[in-house]
């Protein structure tokens, strides 16, 4: 009989496919992860930074004043309903349902007038609905 010891390797542990994995899901943790805070809203808008507007014959600019007044193309319009700016986006689009329309709100317009606009484009057959913004710039100090 044989009564020798044998020589036993230790079993090692291979930590690099640990390690590995380990890191790919800290990447995607750190992909996914939003970092707002929701304690407070805190709403300045409209402003961002966009190219300046060109005057092109597809575009219907549709301005939205902070009382909820209408303008369809620099014309002011007498009533606030849906069936009023329908109409008047209906006359202002020379190119059809190819037309593109500028939504340009007070950024203290209500809503519901902006809204209105998109309910009345969507009546007239107008899909193609943008809104404009002022750059950061020349927006100047925004209040907090």
């Known amino acids: 009989m044989n009564f ?10 291979n930590l690099i496919p640990f390690i590995d994995v380990l890191l790919v899901i ?11 805070k929701f304690t407070q809203l805190q709403l300045t808008l409209p402003v961002a930074d966009a190219e300046q507007m060109r005057d092109r014959p597809k575009e219907v600019i549709v301005s939205v004043a902070a009382d909820g007044r209408y303008a369809v193309n620099k014309t002011a319009l007498d009533g606030r309903s849906v069936d009023v700016v329908a109409a ?3 006359t ?11 939504i340009s709100a007070d950024a203290t317009a209500p809503h519901q007038s902006v809204i209105t606009v998109m309910e009345a484009a969507r009546r007239a057959g107008l899909t193609q609905i943008t809104f404009a913004t002022q750059s950061a710039a020349s927006a100047g100090a925004a209040p907090r």
């Open 26 to 36: 800290l990447i995607f943790l750190m992909l996914t992860t939003t970092y707002s």
């Open 4 to 13: 020798r010891s044998r020589d036993r390797d230790e079993p090692e542990i």
């Open 88 to 90: 008047a986006l209906r």
């Open 92 to 102: 202002a689009a020379s190119a059809g349902p190819e037309s593109i329309i500028i």
